[in-house]
């Protein structure tokens, strides 16, 4: 057997230990690509809600800019 | 206006809650009821052999109580949480803890002590010995309060959540885990002539424990789950 | 309180703080624990010698044990951060214990299936029901419980805090149950199996072993900050400091 096919057969245990480093690439990998959806999800979320926001502000004022009215401290 | 005594407090509250609980006393029949059927379906699916019954009569007898009360534990709280008054005792003078405790008393009352009741009959549909049903009780009177206790306070987490009876399972199973292996093993050691003191020692020890610190981390949960 | 807290620490509890500290430190988290990684896996796959005993059975160990040690530690930054959300209702602290549920969970469920894996040929069974097994099962459902508690409230910050509690009491019952699955062992006979214990573990072995301990810190630390970074942007939502990060960061 070449030393490629003597690695892989494990000393015959092949069909345990591949399996079980199998299950843990696979377990981590999804534990990497979930919460990266979900940050795109989110910031997808995030900026519709924004402009839906802004939106509603231009058509309350549409003579001023899209910022929040700031209140101007009287002059000392 | 004087303010009702601690003792006038907690016998009221007691009071009440039993009431209720008679005037749906059909409900107190359901678990009853539960734990029959389940017992039951043992024979019918292991087969009627005495000896192979006889062994698993203990086990089978205390995880059919377990998970009969398990059925009943979200009732604890529910109708006083959709009318309110369980806000109205968190916001009463007398200790939220103390209160709760009688509540909780109460509920095992109604739901536990019916099965404690039936308990022999379980196992003598499971044939087991005579002898040992004393010391099923005795871990029954011990289990059951703990679990109650225990019960209490995660459904007081759970409290006002679009919650499933599955969650709770899901988090009370592993906290119950302690208490079936004494109470079990209690029983097991008297099915064998041995020994059976110590697991009923330990078991009465987590019990003085939860009497005394489970009503206090209940109201700290119901105060955390109703903190809207 | 504030007095004994040095300033750094305390400004790291601000969101949009913790938010560029942890998005700074996240990547370079995974790389070492990418770089780890490999040197443990080179170093255990093809370095290490066959056991004596076990062949090359004995080659799980690289991520069983980290694993295992792993499904512990976070249960341990959880309880912390639980502790701290409880009393003191610091965001962050919420949040991290939060997130960290999902991560010791994968860990833990790594931890059952390479130990069953390990012990079929070890011991001949796939489970065995002795005290550091169960209680790990235990673990995994208290894991499960946690994030299935926190996810059935409405209110995020609430259901974060319930879910709190419930880790601390879940950590005070591993133990316990650690305690009583022994006892129940003992009373019953002939359960006891004698895991592969800690023998003498030479240097050849040890170190690929620490090393992937090492690596699983690091990837547990990246993958906390940025579940941590995408949670505080929710929650956050409103806040300027958000409305600037979404919407520089568009098209991403």
């Known amino acids: ?76 | 206006m004087n303010r009702p005594g601690l003792m006038t407090a907690c016998a009221a509250m007691l009071q009440r809650d039993l009431t209720l609980a008679w005037r749906r006393r059909g409900d107190i029949a359901m678990p009853v009821l539960y734990a029959l059927i389940v017992t039951m379906l043992f024979p019918f699916a292991l087969g009627p052999e005495d000896t192979l019954l006889q062994r698993i009569a203990g086990g089978v007898v205390l995880v059919t109580v377990l998970l009969a009360m398990l059925l009943a534990l979200d009732a604890m709280f529910s109708s006083d949480i959709e009318d309110g008054s369980l806000e109205q005792l968190v916001m009463a003078p007398q200790p939220l803890a103390l209160m709760l405790g009688m509540k909780i008393l109460a509920h095992w009352l109604t739901t536990a002590l019916p099965l404690i009741v039936i308990a022999p009959l379980l196992a003598g549909m499971l044939h087991l010995p005579g002898a040992v049903i004393p010391v099923l009780l005795l871990a029954l009177l011990l289990a059951t309060p703990l679990l109650s206790l225990l019960g209490a306070v995660l459904v007081a987490l759970t409290a006002g959540t679009r919650r499933s009876g599955m969650l709770l399972a899901l988090m009370l199973l592993p906290l119950c885990v302690p208490a079936v292996i004494f109470a079990a093993g209690a029983v097991a050691a008297a099915q064998q002539g041995l020994p059976w003191l110590a697991p009923i020692a330990w078991l009465g020890a987590a019990l003085v424990l939860a009497v005394v610190l489970a009503p206090l981390a209940c109201a700290a949960a119901l105060r955390i789950a109703l903190d809207a | 309180m504030s007095n004994w807290i040095p300033l750094w620490l305390h400004k790291l509890g601000s969101p949009p703080t913790f938010y560029r500290f942890a998005g700074t430190l996240r990547p370079w988290a995974m790389v070492l624990a990418l770089l780890f990684g490999a040197v443990a896996l080179y170093g255990g796959l093809v370095l290490a010698p066959a056991d004596y005993q076990q062949g090359d059975a004995y080659r799980i160990i690289f991520i069983h044990v980290p694993s295992a040690w792993m499904s512990m530690f976070i249960y341990g930054v959880m309880g912390v951060a639980a502790f701290i959300a409880l009393v003191w209702r610091i965001k962050l602290a919420e949040v991290v214990a939060m997130e960290s549920a999902p991560i010791g969970a994968a860990f833990t469920f790594i931890t059952l299936v390479t130990g069953s894996l390990w012990g079929k040929p070890m011991w001949g069974t796939w489970w065995t029901w002795d005290a550091r097994l169960t209680s790990e099962l235990v673990l995994l459902f208290l894991y499960l419980g946690v994030i299935g508690l926190y996810h059935a409230f409405e209110d995020r910050r609430q259901g974060a805090r319930a879910a709190a509690f419930l880790a601390i009491i879940g950590i005070i019952n591993v133990p316990i149950v650690h305690f009583s699955v022994n006892w129940w062992n003992t009373l019953h006979q002939g359960s006891t199996i004698n895991v592969f214990g800690p023998s003498k573990i030479s240097w050849d072995m040890l170190w690929p072993l620490l090393c992937m301990m090492l690596a699983t810190k690091f990837y547990y630390v990246a993958s906390l900050f940025r579940r941590v970074r995408t949670d505080l942007l929710a929650l956050e939502g409103g806040k300027d400091w958000v409305r600037q990060i979404a919407e520089s960061e568009a098209g991403q």
């Open chain 1, 1 to 76: 057997m070449s030393p490629l096919q003597t690695f892989f057969a494990m000393g015959g245990y092949a069909i345990y230990v591949w399996p079980a480093y199998a299950v843990f690439f696979i377990v981590l990998i999804v534990d990497t690509i979930a919460p990266r959806l979900r940050r795109r999800r989110v910031l997808r979320e995030l900026r519709a809600r924004l402009a839906r926001q802004d939106a509603r502000q231009q058509r309350a004022r549409p003579d001023r800019a899209s910022v929040d009215p700031i209140i101007t401290p009287p002059s000392l």
